[in-house]
T-cell receptor, first 118, second 111 residues
Framework: GAVVSQHPSRVICKSGTSVKIECRSL??????MFWYRQFPKQSLMLMAT?????????EQGVEKDKFLINHASLTLSTLTVTSAHPEDSSFYIC??????????????FGDGTRLSIL | GEDVEQSLFLSVREGDSSVINCTYT??????LYWYKQEPGAGLQLLTY?????DMKQDQRLTVLLNKKDKHLSLRIADTQTGDSAIYFC???????????FGTGTKLQVIP
């Protein structure tokens, strides 16, 4: 079935570093992918919608210059946390859906990236 | 905007059935999902149901949808300790497919 791969699974880095997270759809093409953020013991909040070949759409309150999204191909979206600070420490998860598949396809999620900024 | 609500905690004994409830507000919801998240892990899709369905059963899992009341439930039969996790109800509507998550229900299974 449809699988979404997210890499890396865990990152620990110093404040001021930029971190790139990759989200790949392994056996389907996705013109749209979504990026979510989850704070400890909380639900997932949509950060932005990644659109292949065009600019990402950001949710209210999410800084687009802080969280750079690139969706250069139909199977890959990247989220770059620029100049990361401790408050950016969180669990980031991407999702994608097989829009070309038969019938109604659900959203599939990556395994998430746990980002810790020291 | 869309809103999805769940109770925060449920405790059951091993072997009993668990029922996790969810309510949502978006009357145009098309797909409703149940995801499982174990500690420190990502999201695992358990099952999903289309809004034109009332019930879906998959092995130990039964999903019931009351579209009139905008109420969704997940029943886990013969609950095992490995079922201990946080369960998220979620919904999408229209072609946009943005997923709105509930607050999550932490299921504790007592041996």
């Amino acid at each position: 079935g449809a699988v979404v791969s997210q890499h890396p699974s865990r990152v620990i880095c110093k404040s001021g570093t930029s971190v790139k997270i990759e989200c790949r759809s392994l056996d389907f093409q996705a013109t749209t992918m979504f990026w979510y953020r989850q704070f400890p013991k909380q639900s997932l909040m949509l950060m932005a919608t990644s659109n292949e070949g065009s600019k990402a759409t950001y949710e209210q309150g999410v800084e687009k210059d802080k969280f750079l999204i690139n969706h250069a191909s139909l199977t890959l979206s990247t989220l770059t946390v620029t100049s990361a600070h401790p408050e950016d420490s969180s669990f980031y998860i991407c999702s994608a859906r097989d829009q070309q598949g038969a019938g109604n396809q659900p959203q599939h999620f990556g395994d998430g990236t746990r980002l810790s900024i020291l | 905007g869309e809103d999805v609500e769940q109770s925060l905690f449920l405790s059951v004994r091993e072997g009993d059935s668990s029922v996790i409830n969810c309510t949502y507000t978006d009357s145009s919801s098309t797909y409703l999902y149940w995801y499982k998240q174990e500690p420190g892990a990502g999201l695992q899709l358990l099952t999903y149901i289309f809004s034109n369905m009332d019930m879906k059963q998959d092995q130990r899992l039964t999903v019931l949808l009351n579209k009139k009341d905008k109420h969704l439930s997940l029943r886990i039969a013969d609950t095992q300790t490995g079922d201990s996790a946080i369960y998220f109800c979620a919904e999408t509507s229209g072609g946009y497919q943005k997923v709105t998550f509930g607050t999550g229900t932490k299921l504790q299974v007592i041996p």
